[in-house]
């Protein structure tokens, strides 16, 4: 007989949990509902590339370069010339009230400079205020000025010399941010909701229904209850991985450039510290309400200072520092890492050794902090 | 060996004693009733016997095992049957069954689980939700989780608390099979008749125990003298005799009143003077089980005070 830990106790525990999993309908759906719900709203709601946003052109002159240069602009999709104004200082008070997103301003020697040969600008000032609003549309920009430039003077593009020049201005806040941010750090977000209210009330639903003091009178260890407890939601976690990763590809079209095994590790290290945190706070709380309200005390400071809604950069010391207690401020840098940047083990090693850390820390604490009698 | 052997147990919550030096020794084999009004440490000093709780003082053997440091043996070896419904309603009676029975590692398990459901007529409900059963077979189902792995030692805790009679006569038929085969049961219980059930009690109050003997035993030694006084206008004549030197208890039963005291003398001389009236009559009677109770609780209330 041993005390601390049988794989048939666990195996009682798991197959338990499995089938009140199931049984709870509502929960049951919430698992693999949310992530999908929060996904797709998220993921279109938060939108890195959006279209037809609206600008303002400031044009003295209308040569037929200018025209070329308008419309080319107008069929990448992302402007739409609500306002032609005659002076910078118009243009200026419109994108201040946000009523443009860009400023195209087209010089009035622009039809010269490019009859010459010369150096002809044109100048795109964004709002960027929200960075990721303004950069698709800025990065179509200049080939399409060129290409429609190159089309208009019935000459070759391969004119390294009498080039277009598209000046770019980002207004308001120069440094913009990576534009696939979103759906990986969804991911991160997304189990790390589900992962730690779900686990959260393991222990305190067995309380409030009276069949702790039950559980507690037969033999089974803490190790097996709280890994009877978690191991569950392993399986959970695996199915909204799958989800979010395919809608991820399929809905999002995120790149998806590194391992896909080192990525699944991370995953798995990073659920099994959720779970285990779960956990924890339910070894704390006394009744499930207490559990959400623990959750939720800890979800939000993790959602704002882990990078995913904010650049954890643009952040102040101490915050940044705060934001280091939180699972998914590595986690985030594991998998941008890993998804955008094709990064391989070595360069993400220490964030995954933090991220298993995690698991020690939670595992020790809820083990120390539960009681095998009612004291 | 005892299958229960402890002396002096002292449980606190606060500054609160629930368990006062309670002591208890119960041979294999015995049934034993653990009375006392709600509230007196019942189910405390039942939860510190099976390890779910700690004890702040005293000790002793469970099975042999010591209790301060044994109590994963004594769990193992114990069946508890919690007061209020403890297994899980979202759960069939078959799967609540077969959780016990893998926690216990018992070998096969799905063969424990057909019997146990056989041998408490549970078959025919067996893929029926907990939570949808009624008080009786909610009570059966948990009986049957804590006789499974065949414990040597059985306490209940209300174990018949909302039962109707037939249940709860079926519920001490099944006691009694299981005594005849050897093993020892502690049952805590509210009603009389279970005690008189019982080949031995204990009674407990404000966390003291009280009584503890066979129901002959624990009647004579409270060292009460009982009369059954019957005569006309009979709540007239209660809220008097009430009044009399000597008397403790009145209470009518029927066209009878029990008036009970722990002075014979001054009771049988109080009573003597109403003989004498037109139609009322006085005669011996026996004290029965819950006339102690009750002064004990009338002793337990005044020592409060």
Same mark, same amino acid.
């Given at each position: 007989m041993n005390a601390v830990f049988s794989f048939a106790r666990l195996g009682a525990m798991l197959i338990k949990e499995f089938i009140q999993m199931r049984r709870d309908r509502i929960t049951f759906g919430m698992m693999l509902g949310v992530p999908l719900m929060q996904l797709v709203l998220f993921g279109y709601a938060i #939108? #890195?590339?959006?279209?037809a946003l609206p600008s303002a052109l400031v044009s003295v002159s209308q040569d037929h370069y200018s025209r070329a240069m308008v419309s080319a602009l107008e069929t990448t999709g992302y402007y739409r010339f609500d306002h032609v104004v005659d002076s910078a200082a118009e243009a200026e008070r419109l994108m201040a009230r946000g009523e443009v997103v860009f400023v195209v301003t087209i010089p009035s020697d622009f039809a010269r400079q490019v009859d010459r040969g010369g150096k002809a600008q044109i100048l795109i000032e964004a709002d960027a205020t929200d960075p990721s609003v303004a950069s698709g549309a800025i990065s179509t920009l200049g080939t399409v000025a060129q290409q429609a430039l190159t089309r208009e003077r019935g000459? *070759? *593009? *391969?004119?390294p010399e009498g080039g277009l020049e598209v000046v770019v201005h980002r207004r308001y806040n120069p440094e913009g941010i990576s534009q696939y941010n979103i759906v990986p750090g969804l991911l991160g977000v997304i189990l790390q909701m589900t992962m730690v209210m779900m686990t959260a009330i393991a222990l305190t639903r067995e309380r409030e229904r009276g069949t702790m003091e039950n559980l507690l009178a037969m033999p089974a260890s803490p190790l097996e209850i709280m890994l009877g407890k978690v191991l569950p939601y392993l399986v959970v976690g695996a199915v909204q991985v799958a989800v979010v990763l395919s809608a991820a590809k399929l809905l999002f079209g995120v790149p998806f450039i590194g391992s896909f095994t080192l990525l699944l590790s991370a995953v798995l290290i990073f659920v099994l510290a959720l779970v285990l945190l779960g956990y924890t706070i339910s070894t704390v709380a006394r009744t499930q309400m207490q559990a959400m309200q623990l959750t939720f005390f800890f979800f939000l400071p993790s959602l704002l200072l882990s990078g995913f809604m904010f650049p954890y950069r643009g952040m102040p010391l101490w915050a940044q520092w705060l934001g280091e207690i939180f699972p998914l401020t590595h986690f985030l840098r594991v998998i941008r890492a890993v998804m955008l940047k094709g990064a391989e083990l070595p360069a993400v090693a220490f964030e995954t050794g933090v991220l298993g850390l995690f698991i020690f820390i939670y595992a020790g604490i809820a083990l120390l902090r539960f009681r095998r009698t009612l004291d | 060996m005892p299958a229960i052997d402890v002396h002096d147990l002292v449980k606190r919550f606060g500054d609160k !004693?629930? &368990?006062?030096?309670v002591s208890m020794r119960v041979e294999q084999g015995e049934i034993v009733g653990f009375l006392g009004p709600n509230g007196s440490g019942k189910t405390t000093t039942i939860r510190l016997m099976c390890g779910l709780l700690t004890a702040d003082g005293g000790g002793g053997e469970v099975l042999g095992y010591d209790l301060a440091t044994d109590a994963l043996r004594i769990k193992r070896e114990v069946g508890y049957m919690t007061q209020r419904f403890s297994f899980y309603e979202d759960l069939t009676i078959a799967e609540n069954l077969s959780f016990v029975a893998r926690l216990y590692e018992l070998k096969p398990a799905g063969e424990y689980v057909r019997r146990t459901l056989d041998d408490l007529g549970l078959t025919s409900r067996r893929n029926q939700l907990a939570g949808t059963l009624s008080g009786g077979w909610k009570q059966r189902l948990a009986l049957a989780a804590c006789i499974m792995h065949e414990p040597k030692l059985l306490l209940l805790d209300e174990? !018949?608390?909302? &039962?109707?009679s037939k249940a709860r006569r079926d519920f001490w038929d099944e006691i009694h099979r299981l005594a005849a085969d050897g093993l020892t049961v502690l049952v805590s219980t509210h009603y009389m008749d279970e005690a008189e059930r019982c080949h031995r009690i204990s009674y407990i109050s404000y966390g003291k125990m009280l009584a503890t003997g066979t129901v002959d035993e624990v009647v004579r030694d409270a060292g009460l003298t009982t009369f059954i006084v019957s005569g006309p206008r009979l709540e007239t004549l209660a809220r008097e005799i009430a009044k009399l030197p000597g008397v403790e208890q009145v209470a009518p039963f029927g066209a009878t009143l029990h008036v009970v005291g722990s002075n014979a003398a001054a009771l049988s001389a109080s009573l003597r003077q109403l003989e %004498?009236? %037109?139609g009322v009559r006085v005669a011996a009677g026996e004290t029965s089980l819950e006339d102690v109770f009750i002064q004990f609780m009338a002793d337990a209330t005044d020592n409060m005070q």
């Open positions: #939108n #890195n590339d959006p279209k000459m *070759a *593009a *391969a004119d | !004693t629930v &368990v006062d030096h174990p !018949t608390a909302g &039962v109707d %004498e009236r %037109e």
